[in-house]
DNA sequence: GAGCACTGC
């Protein structure tokens, strides 16, 4: 287990081979040895991974198996060393590539830039990535290319069959995200046409048994088993991970208060049990603040062991400064408690953690395609996300989980895997990208997990009212086709194509890169005040997008600087990423033959363009409410207007919206005011004048 | 007058 680097007593070198690919921090000693120790033990400490002493077992799976499923276990080195074991054996020779996809950005960048450290080549040489933003790859001298899951989802645009791939590794297929799935069906397919393709499928639990019987090629006429060809019946092959063992304990008596239920269990732990950090998983900035503000007063309360106790909540909405608070090493005599999100579960990984403290919950995404409103739930977590949970704990010293639910429950009543995020979702982006791969048939599509109908079906309706798919379920040309084209919302890509004809285009796509990300504005519950007089400086009596676009003007004004943002309550990361979506956006329009127009202070025309994407959301104000309350004209839903935003009790009679936040009310977040004819003009079909008369007058 | 698990193109 030891490393060449490390040394008993100092610092150990943080992670070499994540299999998470969370953030990866390497510490200085690490960074400046490397060069001093050369090659040789770069070597040994890759035959010490787990996965090496397999290395010829899966080498000669895949050269004989189509599909092979790899189940590796975190610290199992499949990551970072089955590419290059592959490469080593050949299958990158005469320009072909070997691709290996991950879900998220971060770990397409360290995960690259490890093996090429190992490799002695520079990251965009023979090692290279892809992802938004960032092409480090270098055609006919790369040979290992790490990318997101979605970069390869789009490079089948251009290149259907991937041809210039040898091998495919899909990465963290467990996590079953919408792209991780969509890929996986297409890679089905494209292996009929490809037989000599090789896939690895990696997956760190059991689920390789459903896995696999999704990869199972049914006896077909066209692909007999004939020489030369791999088999395929996919191969399994599991591998140990290189974690430490991690006791669990259970509560004897469901707990009715799980923020409670945390608070006393870390006074436990800080009470019993010997240092190391404490991470606890709850599912949510509410839960995490009332846990770390409880925790603060029972360790000033109680001072016995607790004054050495460093409580820091974690989630993804907390400013950049705050988060990498979590990452400072703990000073001696001192204990770290980070109170996290789901965030620590996979997408970034914590060092010096030993006890986990697990509240069996999280918050997820839920979709109603009857109503078509998505919704964040708080949800019981699976077998998986436990154990991923518990894994925590055992990355630098054996540990122990603390799981805030019974034995019992955990054996007899949680499910083994959750509901894979293709079930639980909105589908317009995933049917639009299907389509503009040719795939006709979505509901006969072979997923591996599929979706509801009625999802599918009201994804095909949306699509087919912003006139991106004809009345045989095929891409419209051109509208379509560059609705496909544009990586956003087909809603918010429509409005963008409407623009150009409207002379509006520069205007709109600043509000489609804002509308695409999450917000601009700092998240600041403690100057809620300020943050609402910043917002009103910038205010448009027409909405919130034509308010964006204030910002928008008032960073550039402010040559991008970052003490302009901070004055302004407004998020400078956030902005910098504007900049970046809305410089990509233009290229695209670009390309897709738009106009590229300002409309100066025509702000109608904008409001129009708007319309066009989003008539779907408009809604009125019911003539007798005092209350701001509106319905949908579609559906008659009853819904108001978020306080978060400028038109909050002004109440303009009709408006749209850009999405709904569902609690106890339907909350409209980002809404302009428009003129019921537009919407006429905007979706004739869709609003009929029978159906809008009465309402109009 | 209230709330945003987490990714990704």
Request: net charge neutral; glycine share 6%.
């Amino acid at each position: 287990m030891s490393s060449p680097f490390w040394k008993p007593g100092t610092e150990k070198p943080r992670i070499l081979e994540d299999e998470e690919g969370g953030v990866v921090f390497f510490s200085p000693s690490l960074a400046s040895s490397s060069s001093g120790y050369g090659y040789a033990s770069i070597e040994k400490q890759r035959q010490r991974l787990p996965v090496y002493k397999y290395r010829t077992s899966i080498l000669y799976l895949v050269e004989t198996h189509a599909t092979t499923i790899i189940v590796g276990e975190t610290g199992s080195g499949k990551t970072t060393q089955i590419p290059q074991y592959l490469k080593e054996a050949g299958w990158a020779d005469g320009g072909r590539v070997i691709a290996c996809t991950q879900p998220r950005r971060l770990a397409v960048q360290a995960v690259a830039s490890r093996v090429a450290e190992e490799m002695g080549v520079k990251v965009g040489e023979e090692v290279g990535y892809t992802i938004r933003f960032e092409d480090l790859t270098n055609k006919g001298v790369t040979m290992i290319k790490f990318l997101t899951d979605g970069v390869l989802l789009r490079e089948m645009m251009d290149d259907p069959l991937l041809t210039k791939y040898s091998v495919i590794m899909v990465d963290e297929a467990h996590e079953r995200s919408i792209s991780t799935d969509i890929l996986l069906g297409l890679l089905k397919k494209i292996q009929r046409r490809r037989p000599e393709l090789r896939l690895i499928i990696s997956s760190a639990t059991i689920e390789a048994k459903s896995m696999s019987a999704f990869f199972q090629a049914r006896k077909s006429r066209h692909r007999m088993e004939c020489e030369g060809l791999p088999k395929m019946e996919p191969a399994i092959l599991s591998v140990e991970g290189r974690g430490f063992n991690v006791q669990i304990h259970y509560v004897e008596e469901p707990v009715s208060d799980y923020v409670q239920a945390v608070v006393s269990t870390v006074m436990l732990i800080n009470d019993q049990e010997p240092p190391g950090d404490i991470l606890v998983f709850l599912t949510g900035q509410d839960d995490i603040d009332a846990a770390v503000q409880l925790l603060t007063e029972e360790a000033r309360t109680n001072r016995k062991n607790s004054s050495g106790l460093i409580i820091l909540p974690l989630y993804s909405g907390l400013p950049r400064a705050d988060q990498e608070l979590v990452f400072s090493p703990t000073p001696r005599g001192k204990r770290k408690v980070v109170i996290s999100t789901n965030i620590a579960e996979t997408s970034l990984t914590l060092e010096g953690v030993v006890y986990v403290v697990d509240s069996g919950f999280s918050k997820q995404r839920f979709y109603n395609p009857i109503s078509d409103i998505e919704n964040l739930v708080v949800a019981p977590i699976s077998k998986a996300s436990a154990r991923q949970r518990a894994g925590r704990a055992g990355r630098v010293r054996p540990g122990k989980c603390y799981r805030l639910y019974t034995e019992e429950y955990f054996v007899n009543e949680m499910p083994a895997e959750g509901i894979p995020e293709m079930q639980r979702s909105n589908l317009v982006s995933c049917v639009i990208q299907l389509k503009a791969l040719g795939i006709d048939n979505i509901l006969g599509f072979d997923w591996p997990a599929p979706p509801p109908p009625e999802a599918m079906i009201r994804a095909v309706e949306v699509l087919y009212s912003l006139g991106v798919i004809d009345d045989d379920a095929k891409l419209t040309s051109p509208t379509g086709f560059q609705v496909a084209e544009i990586p956003l919302d087909p809603m918010i890509s429509k409005m963008i194509l409407s623009s150009s004809e409207l002379g509006c285009s520069e205007e709109i796509i600043t509000i489609a890169a804002i509308l695409s990300i999450q917000s601009i504005w700092v998240s600041s519950r403690g100057a809620q005040r300020e943050l609402d007089e910043a917002r009103l400086r910038f205010a448009a009596a027409e909405g919130d997008h034509v308010t964006f676009l204030n910002v928008y003007k008032g960073f550039l004004q402010s040559s991008k600087s970052s003490r302009w943002c901070h004055k302004n309550f407004i998020n400078y990361q956030s902005m910098k990423k504007v900049v970046e979506i809305r410089e990509q956006l233009r290229r695209i329009a670009l390309r897709i033959g738009m106009v590229l127009k300002s409309c100066e202070s025509d702000m109608q025309v904008l409001r129009k363009a708007v319309c066009a994407g989003f008539f779907a959301n408009a809604c009125r104000l019911e003539a007798s409410s005092q209350s701001g309350l509106y319905k949908t004209i579609r559906g008659s839903q009853e819904i108001y207007i978020h306080p978060s935003s400028v038109l909050f009790r002004v109440n303009p009679k009709w408006i749209v919206y850009h999405s709904l936040v569902s609690t106890d009310r339907h909350y409209m977040r980002n809404v302009i005011s428009i003129d019921p004819s537009w919407l006429l003009e905007a979706a004739p079909h869709f609003y009929q004048h029978q159906r809008l008369n009465p309402i109009v007058h």
